[in-house]
């Protein structure tokens, strides 16, 4: 007898109203999973790919094989970084409030994702963000006014006031442009680590993807290249659990992780705690040894939680309950770091309460300074010529003409 | 009548259309929206922009689909529910996001029915965001309606106003070929007054939104507004401006562009696309070449420059065709 084919639909652990529900989530102790050599074939780890790999246990010690045994100052810049770019973000998403700039983004809650991975990769290796990893910027000293400056679009602004805020670049730190439509930068870290090997430098590449793009065409062909010609990259996934109003499972499917997609393409895949720094810092130091010593690269799935909104443009509660932040098992990562530091005898709330104003201090001095070069009511605004630069290495006459119209229609209403 | 703006709009026809026909599904990312909890419609996210709010709750889950980030396999896979004799509403967030799909949408979807011997219906809307004005820089601010007007096989609808919204929307879903529905982001929030029962607009007939005896302007999608505005301020100084909005550019109501400009002498086109091989050169040529004796004078195109769209709303404003841009542009056909 046939029967109507099924179709299933996936749910939402928990909406608005709902009690938050992480019982899918596997977790594993601290400290329980093993570590392998970087030689290691993707066949012979499959259990990493739905395991994780925790560092911090439950009294705040650092256990088990994966642990990094960083100098404790080491350990304090990490905890700076993060408190930079939760800080950083908190004022940022204030202006924005105010409508001084247009729109921004918030990564609270993943902030080791990002801080940990740059502090383990070393200065010349490239990066390739997504649009939350502000933690990257931070880490790589991008100077908070440069930052501010591209939110502001203002006559300071890297991108000439052609890109959306947050879409941040520096060559000079070796960190690759965001894009505003997704996944794009995968493919491109694994083009630009085959051109890194192929020219014979030394240097690796990392990108960061959403969980919820990796379901885009361009995160499955840049493992399969990655796979093919063992690129020396480094491939994250930033398993935030949400994608705007749509749950991880989504872009999931019935894969029981998202490292999970490694092994099928001969890739090892790492799933691990994204909101325990030293964790984070370890399996990206392995990847990274790996793909020096020629091995190939890895997938690594970060598990954290999206606490703050998609964007400012987004409402949360419109589609997940409200307090599904406070529920979220892995915790908070700079709490979580400050506690370790703390057992250790290497911080104290004096010096965490000292090290926050003085973290204040510096995003306020830095956005007085910004605000210098042009806000977008007060200030110097960039020049309109400049809309013509740089569509082509040299200005053609078709734009010179559109320039020079632009110009004169300007000057003809007395502007300009 | 009641008065609604072009987010209700379309909201409501997408409704009254998946009510009428239980074959009317909806695909896309975010579509859902909170749906699930005990937080009632109103709370339900359903868009991004809210515009398909509502719908999983009406039709349940299996016709409002949210799917995965990946448009290739969005557009792919509603191509192929379409063969099928379903009839999707899919949702490209940003027109911009046709990079990753368009090898299905040119390659394919647009070419099934020829390619199949004519065996093949096609009944597929592909409902997608367009245009600058909200400050979202060159990858989610393009028009890029004239790269799929060029393709043979695909309509193309640029709906105006609220009352055009919901009429265009029903003969799209209701089309049995596919058809891009391209929404201005910027106008989402004008109104008109709009009847509840449902209505369809037949694709190819334009509407004159100004009727004047001067010169003829054709605009497209948000330009329209701008056309309107500047066309009643030079009534005042006695200009007696044509607006005319095509309301879908593919199939072009060629008949009423050369009936216009057949009466005025003149032509204006306002498209915010970039100039080079646009809409607005498509419709100076057809007029050019079929009314040449009718011209009074040159015709004149208000465009974007040729270049990406800049972010930074100083800028932006300066990018887009402005009221300014259309009444230079008005007089100087008037003084040739
Ligand atoms: C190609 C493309 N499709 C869709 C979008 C719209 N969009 C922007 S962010 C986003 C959600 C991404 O979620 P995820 O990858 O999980 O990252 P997160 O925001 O959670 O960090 C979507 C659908 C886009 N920018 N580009």
């Known amino acids: 007898m046939l029967s109507p084919s099924r179709l299933h639909i996936p749910r939402a652990p928990a909406r608005p109203g709902e009690a938050p529900d992480f019982s899918y989530l596997q977790l594993s102790a601290a400290g329980a999973v093993p570590r392998p050599e970087i030689t290691v074939n993707a066949s012979e ?3 990493l790919a739905t395991q994780l790999v925790r560092v911090l246990d439950n009294t705040h010690q650092a256990v088990g094989a994966w642990h990094p045994h960083l100098d404790p100052a080491e350990l304090q810049i990490g905890l700076r970084h993060m408190l930079l770019t939760r800080l950083f973000d908190e004022r940022m998403q204030k202006t924005q409030r105010q409508g001084r700039i247009s729109f921004y983004v918030k990564c609270t809650g993943e902030e080791a994702v990002s801080v940990a991975a740059a502090m383990a990769l070393e200065p010349h290796d490239m990066l390739f963000p997504a649009y939350r990893n502000q933690g990257l910027q931070m880490v790589r000293g991008q100077p908070l006014v440069a930052l501010m400056n591209q939110l502001l679009s203002n006559t300071g602004d890297m991108c000439k006031g052609r890109q959306l805020p947050v879409m941040y670049h520096s060559s000079a730190a070796r960190l690759f442009s965001i894009s505003g439509n997704l996944a794009t930068q995968f493919p491109q870290a694994v083009g630009w680590a085959m051109a890194a090997a192929i020219k014979g430098e030394e240097h690796i590449a990392a990108s960061w993807i959403g969980e919820g793009s990796s379901a885009a065409a361009d995160f499955h062909h840049a493992l399969l290249f990655a796979s093919t010609y063992r690129a020396p990259v ?7 659990q949400w994608a705007i109003s749509t749950f991880q499972g989504c872009a999931a499917g019935d894969s029981p992780s998202f490292a999970a997609r490694g092994p099928g393409y001969g890739i090892p895949g790492l799933r691990v705690d994204g909101n325990d720094f030293l964790a984070v810092y370890a399996v990206t130091r392995w990847a990274a040894e790996r793909a020096r010593k020629g091995h190939g690269a890895t997938l690594i799935e970060l598990v954290t939680y999206r606490a703050s909104a998609h964007s400012t443009s987004d409402d949360p509660a419109r589609y997940r309950p409200r307090d599904e932040a406070e529920r979220w098992p892995l915790g908070d990562p700079i709490e979580r770091l400050k506690a370790h530091l703390c ?13 926050l104003e003085e973290l204040e201090a510096q995003v306020t ?23 013509f630069d740089d569509v082509y290495q040299h200005l053609p006459p078709h734009l010179a003409e559109q320039r020079e119209q632009l110009r004169a229609a300007r000057a003809a209403q007395g502007k300009g | 009548m009641p008065n609604k703006n072009i987010r209700d709009a379309i909201n409501e026809t997408l409704k009254l259309e998946m009510r009428r026909d239980p074959r009317v599904v909806v695909f896309g990312e975010d579509v859902v929206g909170g749906l699930g909890g005990s937080s009632g419609i109103e709370e339900a996210a359903g868009g991004t922009f809210g515009i398909t709010t509502g719908l999983a709750a009406e039709f349940g889950r299996r016709r409002v689909l949210d799917m995965p980030i990946t448009e290739s396999a969005i557009i792919g896979m509603a191509g192929g529910a379409a063969l099928t004799g379903l009839r999707p509403v899919a949702e490209l967030m940003f027109i911009d996001f046709i990079g990753v799909c368009f090898d299905q949408i040119l390659n394919q979807i647009a070419k099934f029915r020829y390619m199949f011997g004519g065996k093949a219906d096609v009944p597929l809307v592909i409902r997608t965001m367009i245009g600058a004005g909200m400050g979202t820089g060159p990858q989610h601010s393009q028009a890029l309606y004239n790269v799929l007007a060029h393709v043979p096989g695909i309509k193309v609808v640029l709906p105006s106003n609220a009352y055009d919204a919901k009429g265009l929307l029903t003969t799209a879903i209701r089309d049995n070929d596919p058809v891009i529905f391209c929404e201005h982001k910027a106008i989402y929030t004008e109104s008109c007054e709009v009847p509840d029962e449902s209505y369809a607009i037949p694709f190819g007939q334009a509407a004159i939104t100004r009727t004047g005896k001067d010169v003829t302007v054709v605009a497209l999608s948000r330009m329209v507004l701008l056309a309107n505005a500047v066309a009643d301020r030079l009534a005042k100084e006695g200009i007696s401006v044509e607006v ?19 009466k005025t002498g003149r032509l204006v086109v306002v498209d915010e696309c970039n100039p ?3 809409v607005a050169s498509e419709i100076t040529s057809l007029v050019a070449c079929e009314a040449l004796s009718s011209l009074k004078s040159a015709p004149v195109k208000v465009t974007a420059p040729h270049t990406p769209v800049p972010a930074t709303p100083h800028l ?21």
Not at chain 1, 235 to 240: E, K, M, T
Not at chain 2, 316 to 336: C, D, F, H, N, W
Request: proline share 8%.
């Open chain 1, 45 to 47: 780890v499959t259990g």
């Open chain 1, 234 to 240: 480094i491939l994250n996934v930033v398993n935030n």
């Open chain 1, 343 to 355: 057992v250790l005898g290497e911080w104290s709330e004096p010096r965490h309460t000292a090290l």
């Open chain 1, 365 to 387: 001095v830095a956005w007085k300074e910004a605000c210098i070069f042009g806000t977008l009511s007060e200030g110097p605004r960039l020049d309109p010529a400049l809309m």
């Open chain 2, 244 to 262: 005319l909005d095509p309301r879908t550019i593919s199939p072009l109501d060629t008949a009423s562009i050369l009936a216009s400009v057949a």
């Open chain 2, 276 to 278: 080079f091989c646009s």
């Open chain 2, 316 to 336: 932006e404003q300066l990018y887009v065709p402005s009221p300014a841009a259309i009444e230079k542009a008005i007089r100087a056909t008037l003084a040739g």
